[in-house]
């Protein structure tokens, strides 16, 4: 089955005058070291060809294929959905796991068989998981059939990424809001036409060999039988990662918006790269991502050029993006708020995060290292692309991402104001103000010359 190959072939063929960026290229050799990867950042592209959605399509989200529902369907989800999946060991291995509670997991049919990566379904009797340490000191989880002595098959069961909510409404921490945030942010970039790590939501999730919270307890291992009884997560979130192959030194595929900053006024960058990474910047101020951090960055490679024995490998097409979206539709933590965390999924902290913190001077408020200013040529760009976000379009974004119950201060409040379906109300004032947001775009002045 080709689900992933079509799907991703819609994503993500890039738009026409990408050829000076598209030229553009970096070596990869096996043990890469920080350095090395370097020119694979300043070979970096930052968005995609901007896709046309159907409403259906929209609804089910990217991993959705029209041409073969049926056989996608394994690959997306929806609020209705209630997965079942075997726990799979990850972010305890990690140096730097981040705070959102989330695990990893295979994924399961509800009688007990495994959905592979083909869409295909296989039953053994029991299984195991082991975990082995990589050439880049990461420890990684397979999953084999008990009966496998040596592990020499493993199940290539499809898995994804489970986002959490503890507790449920009404009294979260809103840290935890990434469930909401990470769906809306990541299909404003997918409309958008810029890579993002697909997030859907789901009704629930029942998971083999969890706790009742498994990121919270570090679980490093699964020793469940396949028999036992799930540990039921009830607002949740599934992401999976886009299908390209990360360029690692050790583990870190990782990029700095630093590097990508210096490379944009000292010339390095190409003009189509200066303008992709300007419009980026515009896209990201429609949600308010403001951390610029670099782990929360990924680079990848979306095209490699054919192998030449002896020769180190050659990424044709790296592309640099955020992987997390999460801390979103917030703002950034004040000054004196030493052990807290931003706030995501706050209207009365987001409601005031416009794009530009000056309308007249095209100045973005959360610039991620970069000038202040951005390229009239991205703003054209991003004029005509956030076209796609007309009202019903942004409707159907906050819909699917549930922003209707996300802040649940906000809903109490309209309540307490009288408002006869709050939550409604709540989402009303979500998409009013998102659609505020696009409007600045359309609207900004005086931005820097080509």
């Given at each position: 089955?080709?689900?992933?190959?079509?799907?991703?072939?819609?994503?993500?063929?890039?738009?026409?005058g990408r050829a000076s960026a598209q030229a553009n290229t970096c070596q990869v050799p096996d043990n890469m070291a920080k350095d090395q990867k370097i020119p694979?950042?300043?070979?970096?592209?930052?968005?995609?060809?901007?896709?046309?959605?159907?409403?259906?399509?929209?609804?089910?989200?990217?991993?959705?294929?029209?041409?073969?529902?049926?056989?996608?369907?394994?690959?997306?989800?929806?609020?209705?959905?209630?997965?079942?999946?075997?726990?799979?060991?990850?972010?305890?291995?990690?140096?730097?796991?981040?705070?959102?509670?989330?695990?990893?997991?295979?994924?399961?049919?509800?009688?007990?068989?495994?959905?592979?990566?083909?869409?295909?379904?296989?039953?053994?009797?029991?299984?195991?998981?082991?975990?082995?340490?990589?050439?880049?000191?990461?420890?990684?989880?397979?999953?084999?059939?008990?009966?496998?002595?040596?592990?020499?098959?493993?199940?290539?069961a499809d898995s994804f990424k489970i986002k959490y909510l503890i507790p449920p409404f009404p009294d979260h921490n809103t840290r935890f809001n990434e469930v909401?945030?990470?769906v809306a942010a990541s299909t404003v970039m997918w409309v958008l036409g810029f890579p993002a790590d697909h997030a859907y939501p789901v009704g629930s999730a029942?998971?083999?060999?969890?706790?009742?919270?498994?990121?919270?307890?570090?679980?490093?291992?699964?020793?469940?039988?396949?028999?036992?009884?799930?540990?039921?997560?009830?607002?949740?979130?599934?992401?999976?990662?886009?299908?390209?192959?990360?360029?690692?030194?050790?583990?870190?595929?990782?990029?700095?918006?630093?590097?990508?900053?210096?490379?944009?006024?000292?010339?390095?960058?190409?003009?189509?790269?200066?303008?992709?990474?300007?419009?980026?910047?515009?896209?990201?101020?429609?949600?308010?991502?403001?951390?610029?951090?670099?782990?929360?960055?990924?680079?990848?490679?979306?095209?490699?050029?054919?192998?030449?024995?002896?020769?180190?490998?050659?990424?044709?097409?790296?592309?640099?993006?955020?992987?997390?979206?999460?801390?979103?539709?917030?703002?950034?933590?004040?000054?004196?708020?030493?052990?807290?965390?931003?706030?995501?999924?706050?209207?009365?902290?987001?409601?005031?995060?416009?794009?530009?913190?000056?309308?007249?001077?095209?100045?973005?408020?959360?610039?991620?290292?970069?000038?202040?200013?951005?390229?009239?040529?991205?703003?054209?760009?991003?004029?005509?692309?956030?076209?796609?976000?007309?009202?019903?379009?942004?409707?159907?974004?906050?819909?699917?991402?549930?922003?209707?119950?996300?802040?649940?201060?906000?809903?109490?409040?309209?309540?307490?104001?009288?408002?006869?379906?709050?939550?409604?109300?709540?989402?009303?004032?979500?998409?009013?103000?998102?659609?505020?947001?696009?409007?600045?775009?359309?609207?900004?002045?005086?931005?820097?010359?080509?």
């Open positions: 089955m080709k689900i992933r190959f079509l799907v991703l072939v819609f994503a993500t063929f890039l738009f026409a694979c950042v300043r070979a970096g592209s930052f968005m995609l060809d901007q896709p046309t959605l159907t409403p259906t399509q929209l609804s089910n989200g990217p991993d959705f294929d029209a041409a073969n529902p049926d056989a996608s369907r394994y690959l997306y989800f929806t609020a209705g959905d209630n997965i079942f999946c075997y726990f799979r060991p990850h972010y305890a291995f990690m140096s730097v796991p981040g705070d959102s509670k989330k695990f990893q997991c295979w994924h399961m049919t509800s009688d007990g068989g495994f959905i592979t990566t083909k869409g295909e379904t296989v039953r053994p009797d029991a299984v195991k998981v082991v975990v082995k340490t990589g050439k880049d000191g990461q420890k990684s989880a397979s999953l084999f059939a008990a009966t496998d002595v040596n592990n020499e098959r493993a199940i290539k909401f945030t990470s029942s998971c083999i060999g969890c706790t009742s919270d498994p990121f919270g307890g570090k679980l490093k291992n699964n020793n469940a039988s396949l028999k036992d009884p799930p540990i039921v997560f009830k607002v949740v979130s599934a992401e999976r990662e886009m299908p390209w192959d990360a360029l690692k030194a050790g583990a870190d595929d990782t990029w700095s918006w630093s590097d990508a900053a210096k490379f944009y006024s000292d010339g390095e960058f190409s003009h189509q790269q200066r303008v992709e990474y300007d419009a980026y910047r515009l896209a990201l101020g429609l949600i308010h991502y403001h951390n610029a951090i670099p782990q929360q960055n990924r680079l990848s490679c979306m095209q490699w050029a054919p192998d030449v024995p002896g020769q180190p490998r050659v990424c044709q097409h790296p592309v640099a993006y955020i992987h997390d979206l999460g801390s979103t539709f917030g703002k950034a933590k004040g000054p004196l708020d030493i052990g807290g965390t931003n706030p995501r999924g706050v209207f009365s902290a987001w409601e005031d995060q416009t794009v530009f913190s000056d309308l007249e001077s095209c100045q973005l408020r959360a610039t991620l290292d970069g000038d202040k200013q951005v390229l009239k040529e991205a703003q054209d760009l991003m004029i005509q692309r956030i076209s796609r976000l007309d009202p019903q379009t942004v409707r159907a974004i906050f819909t699917v991402a549930r922003f209707d119950k996300v802040d649940q201060k906000q809903v109490q409040r309209l309540k307490t104001a009288g408002s006869q379906n709050p939550e409604q109300a709540a989402l009303d004032e979500w998409i009013n103000t998102f659609l505020k947001r696009v409007d600045e775009i359309r609207n900004a002045k005086n931005c820097k010359a080509n």
